[in-house]
C-alpha cells in the first residue's frame, strides 16, 4: 500500500469511525463506548467486545438542549446528541466514568436520551495516589468485569485479560516509537486516536502499514496541555503558525498512552495500579503538584519553547489549573496561550490572534 | 388595613428567632476570627464534609460558602470574582471559588474576610469543584489539606463503597490526632455526633412544620435559619437554637400564623438560593400569594441514622449519601416525597451556573416531576453569588408568568 493511502486510510478511522463500527456490529461483534481514559480498555477488550472511545460526535443540536443546560461543555452535549439522535447506533453498551461533575450527571440523563443501551458506571476514585483508592478501584473493576462479560457472553478473566493488556501495552509501545520518530502533527496524533476508535488488533495492523518519520513540519516547538482534543484540525491550525508538537499533556493522546500495565502479578490490580499511577488528570486529586511538575520536565526533555493550553470552554478542572501552571511558565520564562475549544471545531479569530502572537515571540528565539 | 396594623401585622409574622441566630453567627465569627494568630486551630471547610470530629478536636470550623452567601447577600461577591479573574481564574468557575480566592487575597467582604486557616477539610460529596478550589487554598495558604474522596451513591449504598468512605473517616481522625496533638476520644466523639444528630432532627423537625397551611416560614427564612445546622452542629448551643426555633414554628402553627399575609400558592424550590436576589425575589412572591415551603437544599443537612455504638461507621454512610451524592433516580423520589408532603402546587428550578452537579438534570427531573405529581415546574436561569449572569427583568417576567397564569389555571381557587 502507498504511504500515503495508509496515513489516509488511518485519517478516515479517525474522522468517521462510524461506519466501520457499524459494520463491525452487523458482522456480530460488539461495540462497547467508554467515556475517557481511566476505563480500562484491556476489560472490555478481554470480555470479547471491541472498545471504542466515545468522540467525534455531531455537533450539540435538539437532544443535548433538551436535556443539558448551554453552560456545560460542548464535548458532553455533543456526545450525548450523538447517543440521542443515532450517531452511536453501534454500540451495545457505554461504560462511564466519574470523572468530573458534568460526566457524572450525564451517565444519568443517557438513560433516557438513549433508551435501551446499557449503561454501566465505572466510580473512579477522586483520590488516586493511596493504597486504599488502588484496592477500591480493584473493586470497581471487579464489579464491572460481569457486567462486560454479560453483554458479551464471554470471560474476561485470567489469560484472556493478560493477552488484552499486552496487546494494548504493545500499542503503546508502538504510539512511543512513533512519536520518537517524528512523522508530523497531522499523523503523530491521528495514530493516538485511531487506537481508540477501534480494536487494538486493527491498530497494530494499521501502524505496520504506514512509515513512520519523514514528513515533519514546523518549526516552532511546543507543548500541548489540555484535555480530549478529538479534532485534527487543531493541530493542523498549530501547523499553519509553525508549531511542531514536541510533548503533550491530552487526555486523548499521551495521558491515554501513557505507562505499561504490568504483565505479571493480579491482573485488575495491575490495571488498577497503572490507571490510577499515570500523572494525574485535572479531575484528579494532585497534592503533590505532580501534574506542574510533569509539565515543567516534559517541556525540559522535549525542547519545547512555548505551550498551548488547548482545552474544552466551561471545562472546571482545567480552568482551576490554568492560573497555577501558567504562572510557573512565566516564572520558568516559558510563552503560552490558552485555546478554549468548543465543538465543532472551528478556528475563531481569537484563536487566530493569540497563535500569531506565540508564533512571533518564539520565531524571536530563533 | 390601617399603617398602624400593618405594622402590627408585619412584626406579628416575624420570626423573633432571627435575632437569636444572627447574635449566635456574630459570636461564632468573632470567635473565630479572634482566635487567628493563637493556638487554636482554624479549618476551613466545605459544607457537606464532616464537622463533627473538629468539633470533637476543638478545632474552629470555618465554611467558605456560608462566607460566600454572606458576601453574596450583601452584594459584594462579584467584586471579590473579579479579583479571582484577575488572576486568571475563568467567569465560568464556581463563584462561591472564584469569590472566596478574591476574599482570601483582599481580605474582602462584609467581614473583613475569614480568619486564616491552620488547615483545610475538603469532601467532595457535594462536588468535585471543591477539591480545586481547596487544593488552591491550600497553595495560597500553604498549609494541610485533607480529602475526604466519597464515591457518588447510585441506588442503594454498595458495601465497597461504605468501606472505603470509613476508611477515610478513619484516617480524617488520624490526620486531627496528628495536627492537634490530642488523642481520638470515641466517648467525647460519639457526644458531639449525638448533638448533632439532635440538632439535626430538630432541624427536619423545623422544616416539618412548613407542612401546615399557611407556612410559619418559607424557604427563603429557612436558607438564613440553616446557617448554625451547617457550621457549628455538634454543639449544644445549636441544639438550644433550634429547639427554640421549633418551639416558636409550633406556636405560630397554633396561633394560625403564616410568614406571608396571604397564602394562595405553595411551590417547592430546587438548588442554592440566589443570595444577592433573596430580598426582590421574596418581595415578589409574597405579592403573588406564594409560599415557597420547601426546598431541596435546607435539607441536605436534615441527617439521620447515627449509630452510638459505631459512630464513625455511620457517620461516614452519612455523609457519602447526601442529596448531590446520589444519582437522578433517588433525586426524582426525593423531590416527589416533598412536594407529596409539603401539598405543593408547582416547583421553581434555579438552573444555577456556579452548580452543575445540582443543576445538570434539572430539565430531566422537571419533566419527571410533572410526571409523578402532575404539577408544573419552572426553571429560571442565574448564579448563586455571580449577578452578572443574572436578568432580573426576565426572570421576574417568568415567574409572574409562572404563578399567575399556570398555577391560576391548574390549582382550585
Redesign the interface.
Known amino acids: 500500500m502507498e504511504q500515503t493511502e495508509a496515513w489516509e486510510k488511518m485519517m478516515d478511522t479517525v474522522r468517521d469511525p462510524h461506519p466501520a463500527l457499524r459494520e463491525r456490529r452487523d458482522a456480530g461483534e460488539k461495540v462497547v463506548g467508554y467515556f475517557c481514559s481511566y476505563v480500562p480498555v484491556e476489560l472490555i477488550h478481554a470480555a470479547g467486545a471491541v472498545p471504542v472511545r466515545m468522540l467525534q460526535g455531531p455537533a450539540p443540536g435538539d437532544v443535548a438542549g433538551?436535556?443539558?443546560?448551554p453552560?456545560?461543555c460542548s464535548f458532553a452535549r455533543s456526545l450525548l446528541e450523538g447517543l440521542g439522535n443515532g450517531t452511536y447506533d453501534y454500540l451495545s453498551a457505554v461504560v462511564m466514568p466519574?470523572t468530573?461533575?458534568?460526566i457524572?450527571?450525564?451517565s444519568?440523563?443517557v438513560e433516557?436520551a438513549a433508551p435501551g443501551l446499557r449503561v454501566m458506571?465505572l466510580?473512579v476514585?477522586?483520590?488516586v495516589h493511596t493504597p486504599?483508592?488502588v484496592?477500591?478501584m480493584v473493586?470497581?473493576l471487579a464489579?464491572l468485569r460481569p457486567d462486560l462479560e454479560g453483554v458479551t457472553g464471554n470471560e474476561a478473566g485470567g489469560a484472556d485479560l493478560r493477552e488484552s493488556i499486552r496487546l494494548y501495552n504493545r500499542c503503546r509501545s508502538a504510539l512511543d516509537g512513533l512519536r520518537e520518530a517524528g512523522p508530523g502533527n497531522r499523523r503523530l496524533y491521528a495514530a493516538y486516536l485511531a487506537l481508540q476508535l477501534t480494536g487494538p488488533e486493527e491498530f497494530l495492523d494499521m501502524m505496520g502499514r504506514v512509515e513512520a518519520g519523514g514528513t515533519e513540519a514546523g518549526t516552532r516547538r511546543v507543548a500541548v496541555i489540555g484535555g480530549p482534543v478529538p479534532q485534527l484540525e487543531v493541530f493542523d491550525l498549530l501547523e499553519e503558525y509553525g508549531m511542531r508538537v514536541v510533548w503533550d499533556d491530552l487526555c486523548t493522546a499521551s495521558r491515554f498512552a501513557a505507562g505499561m500495565v504490568a504483565e505479571d502479578g493480579e491482573p485488575l490490580r495491575a490495571l488498577a495500579e497503572r490507571y490510577l499511577g499515570r500523572c494525574p488528570c485535572?479531575?484528579k486529586?494532585?497534592?503533590a503538584?505532580r501534574r506542574e511538575q510533569e509539565l515543567i520536565a516534559g517541556i525540559g526533555e522535549s525542547g519545547a519553547e512555548g505551550v498551548v493550553f488547548a482545552q474544552q470552554?466551561?471545562c472546571?478542572?482545567h480552568?482551576?489549573?490554568?492560573?497555577?501552571l501558567?504562572?510557573r511558565l512565566d516564572a520558568e520564562g516559558i510563552p503560552s496561550v490558552r485555546l478554549d475549544l468548543e465543538h465543532p471545531f472551528q478556528p475563531t479569530g481569537q484563536m487566530r490572534t493569540r497563535l500569531q502572537a506565540l508564533s512571533e515571540i518564539l520565531g524571536e528565539g530563533m | 388595613m390601617s399603617e398602624g396594623n400593618g405594622k402590627a401585622d408585619k412584626e406579628r409574622r416575624k420570626i423573633k428567632s432571627a435575632d437569636a441566630m444572627r447574635d449566635m453567627m456574630v459570636k461564632y465569627y468573632t470567635e473565630a476570627k479572634g482566635a487567628e494568630g493563637t493556638d487554636r486551630h482554624i479549618a476551613w471547610i466545605t459544607s457537606g464534609a464532616p464537622v463533627e470530629p473538629l468539633i470533637a478536636f476543638n478545632v474552629i470550623p470555618v465554611y467558605p460558602e456560608n462566607h460566600g452567601a454572606m458576601c453574596g447577600a450583601s452584594h459584594m461577591n462579584v467584586e471579590l470574582c473579579e479579583v479571582a479573574e484577575g488572576r486568571g481564574f475563568s467567569r465560568d468557575l464556581c463563584s462561591y471559588a472564584r469569590g472566596d480566592i478574591g476574599s482570601a487575597i483582599t481580605k474582602g467582604g462584609p467581614i473583613g474576610g475569614l480568619p486564616r486557616p491552620t488547615f483545610l477539610v475538603v469532601c467532595n460529596n457535594i462536588c468535585n469543584t471543591v477539591f480545586k478550589w481547596y487544593e488552591e487554598l491550600a497553595r495560597f495558604f500553604d498549609v494541610p489539606l485533607f480529602i475526604y474522596d466519597t464515591p457518588f451513591v447510585r441506588g442503594d449504598l454498595q458495601q465497597h463503597i461504605a468501606d472505603y468512605s470509613l476508611r477515610q473517616m478513619e484516617e480524617y481522625v488520624a490526620f486531627l490526632e496528628k495536627i492537634t496533638g490530642k488523642p481520638y476520644d470515641e466517648p467525647h466523639f460519639t457526644d458531639v455526633a449525638a448533638k448533632s444528630l439532635f440538632a439535626s432532627a430538630l432541624w427536619k423537625d423545623v422544616l416539618a412544620c412548613n407542612k401546615h397551611k399557611p407556612a410559619p416560614m418559607t424557604c427563603f427564612d429557612a436558607f438564613i435559619m440553616m446557617a448554625p445546622i451547617v457550621t457549628l452542629r455538634g454543639t449544644q448551643e445549636v441544639v438550644d437554637f433550634y429547639q427554640g426555633l421549633l418551639d416558636e414554628m409550633k406556636q405560630r402553627i397554633k396561633e394560625g400564623i403564616g410568614i406571608l399575609p396571604s397564602e394562595k400558592y405553595r411551590l417547592l424550590w430546587d438548588n442554592i438560593p440566589v443570595w444577592y436576589e433573596m430580598r426582590n425575589l421574596g418581595k415578589l412572591f409574597m405579592e403573588l400569594e406564594t409560599c415557597l415551603v420547601a426546598d431541596t437544599y435546607t435539607s441536605a443537612w436534615t441527617f439521620e441514622g447515627v449509630d452510638a455504638e459505631k459512630p464513625l461507621e455511620s457517620m461516614s454512610r452519612i455523609y457519602t449519601e447526601v442529596y448531590l451524592n446520589i444519582n437522578l433516580e433517588r433525586m426524582a423520589d426525593k423531590i416527589e416525597s416533598l412536594a407529596t408532603r409539603y401539598s405543593v402546587d408547582g416547583m421553581i428550578m434555579h438552573s444555577n451556573r456556579s452548580c452543575k452537579p445540582y443543576s445538570l438534570g434539572q430539565y430531566d427531573l422537571a419533566k419527571e416531576f410533572t410526571r409523578r405529581t402532575g404539577k408544573p415546574a419552572l426553571i429560571i436561569e442565574a448564579d448563586h453569588t455571580d449577578s452578572r449572569w443574572y436578568d432580573r427583568a426576565q426572570v421576574e417576567t417568568r415567574i409572574r408568568d409562572f404563578v399567575e397564569n399556570l398555577l391560576g389555571e391548574t390549582v382550585p381557587a
Open positions: 433538551a436535556y443539558m443546560q453552560f456545560c466519574h468530573c461533575d458534568t457524572r450527571n450525564l444519568d440523563l433516557t458506571r466510580m476514585p477522586t483520590t486504599e483508592a484496592d477500591f473493586e470497581e464489579a485535572p479531575t486529586l494532585d497534592p503538584n470552554a466551561f472546571e478542572f480552568s482551576f489549573d490554568y492560573p497555577g501558567k504562572e
